[in-house]
């Protein structure tokens, strides 16, 4: 790590009775450092806010979090943010009855060196084996309960593709192993629907927000077929196009024109802001 903070203090490490480690009581959200600001940091504090109040954690410290990640930004040139609210520490078994207060986790970390090259060559996608489970209680949350994610994982590390696209017990695409999936069929594009499992990438609602043509849908492996081009995004990696679905070869070019078209739009976004 290249920077750590609990609390606004750097140390790097946390009571052991931190509703965190014994449940996975919290939420999180990674961003991405460019020339020491983090992008899209609006969006992000209040996707910590939204779901804390979802999981009913008192969170109300997000004016000091935007500052400590502010200033800690300015430091690098690009690099990748984390940051942990945890329910507290305390509480008898699952009750929450005597905690001490939400615990703020604020990280650096080196930015991940493969993402520029699959940004620029695309990746390879298979179907992967393991299925998420159905919680609509918890769709489309960045929680901290993440095993189903680890397990992803472990089958990607033995695989030789990219990455997994992944489906829920009913068969449904809903996500990639590590980001939200969108494909184009007949100048349409499609993304999963996630009310049963997934998480709601906050680059997926930029996504969404600036092309209100896109559609949520519920699709099937099997159903991809005809596709022409496909690509995976989360708020590090930004859009990556896929250069094989399943060993068939994708079109990566019309990603490639649409990922400038995007990213023109955020800079426009930026400067009226700024201005």
């Not at 449904?172 to 009310?195: G, Y």
């Not at 990556?240 to 068939?248: E, G, H, L």
Request: charged content about 20%; hydrophobic content about 40%; some cysteine.
């Amino acid at each position: 790590m290249l920077y750590y903070s609990v609390n606004g203090q750097q140390q790097s490490s946390i009571d052991i009775s931190d509703r965190a480690i014994a449940y996975g009581d919290g939420i999180f959200t990674t961003a991405h450092i460019i020339n020491g600001q983090v992008q899209f940091l609006s969006a992000h504090i209040n996707r910590l806010i939204e779901g804390c109040h979802y999981l009913k954690i008192d969170f109300t410290q997000s004016q000091a979090l935007v500052d400590e990640v502010v200033a800690v930004a300015k430091a690098f040139s690009t690099a990748v943010l984390k940051v942990i609210i945890t329910a507290g520490s305390g509480g008898r078994g699952y009750s929450r009855k005597g905690v001490n207060g939400a615990q703020i986790i604020v990280s650096v970390h080196d930015f991940p060196t493969h993402y520029q090259t699959w940004s620029e060559q695309g990746v390879s996608l298979v179907d992967c084996n393991i299925q998420l489970g159905l919680n609509p209680l918890l769709k489309g949350l960045k929680h901290l309960n993440r095993l189903e994610q680890v397990l992803i994982r472990d089958e990607l590390d033995n695989s030789p593709a990219d990455d997994l696209l992944v489906c829920d017990l009913n068969g449904f695409v809903v996500e990639t192993s590590c980001a939200n999936v969108f494909w184009l069929r007949d100048k349409q594009l499609f993304t999963p629907i996630l009310h049963d499992a997934g998480v709601c990438g906050l680059y997926r609602q930029q996504i969404l927000s600036f092309d209100e043509s896109v559609q949520q849908v519920k699709e099937k492996p099997t159903e991809l077929t005809d596709i022409s081009a496909m690509f995976i995004c989360n708020s590090v990696m930004g859009i990556v196009p896929v250069k094989t679905f399943n060993k068939k070869p994708l079109n990566t070019e019309s990603v490639i024109q649409y990922r400038k078209i995007l990213l023109s739009h955020f800079r426009d976004k930026a400067l009226k802001k700024d201005n």
